[in-house]
C-alpha cells in the first residue's frame, strides 16, 4: 500500500494535516456505499475532506472527489445539503500531524511526526486532547 494523501483540519485557527479518515464511519454506515474511483495510488479513497473543529464540534466543510466521472456536489449527494456538516457519526482518535515527520512509512498514514495531536471524538464532540512526541529519525 502507498502512503496516502492526508486530508485537512482547522483546529484554533490553524490548518494541520489529517491523518484519519472520519467519512469512511460514514461511508461505511450506508445500505450502499458509494465507491469514488481514484487514479491516484496516494488516495485510495477517491476524495479528500476537509475538517474544523469549532465550539469543540467537529464539521466536515468540505469534500473533494478524485473520481472525474463524479459531477454532483458531493455534500449534497451525501447529506442533502451544502453547507458544514456536524460530524455526530464519528466517535474515535482524530490523528494530526505536527511539525515535521519523524519517520516516513510507506503505507497508508503509518509515518509519524516529531509532534503528533489525537482528538478524541465522541458523537462528533471532542471530549480530550492530548498529544505526543517522537525523536526524528535520521535514514
Known amino acids: 500500500m502507498t502512503a496516502q494523501f492526508s486530508e485537512k483540519i482547522i ?3 490553524n490548518e ?3 491523518l484519519s479518515t472520519p467519512l469512511e464511519n460514514y461511508l461505511m454506515a450506508m445500505d450502499n456505499p458509494p465507491v469514488f474511483d481514484s487514479e491516484i495510488s496516494a ?3 477517491g476524495y479528500i475532506a476537509t475538517w474544523e473543529i469549532e465550539s469543540d464540534r467537529l464539521y466536515l466543510s468540505k469534500l473533494e472527489i478524485l473520481d472525474k466521472s463524479f459531477t454532483q456536489n ?3 449527494f451525501l447529506f442533502g445539503e451544502t453547507g458544514k456538516i456536524l460530524a ?3 466517535s474515535g482518535d482524530l490523528r494530526i500531524a505536527m511539525g515535521e515527520m519523524a519517520q516516513y512509512v510507506h503505507m ?3 509515518s509519524t511526526y516529531a509532534k503528533e495531536m489525537f482528538l478524541m471524538i465522541k458523537k ?3 471530549i480530550d486532547v492530548r498529544f505526543v512526541e ?3 529519525v535520521e535514514e
Open 124 to 126: 462528533g464532540y471532542v
Open 74 to 76: 458531493p455534500m449534497e
Open 134 to 136: 517522537h525523536e526524528i
Open 108 to 110: 497508508g498514514f503509518e
Open 43 to 45: 488516495c485510495w479513497r
Open 88 to 90: 455526530d457519526w464519528f
Open 16 to 18: 494541520y494535516f489529517l
Open 11 to 13: 483546529f484554533q485557527g
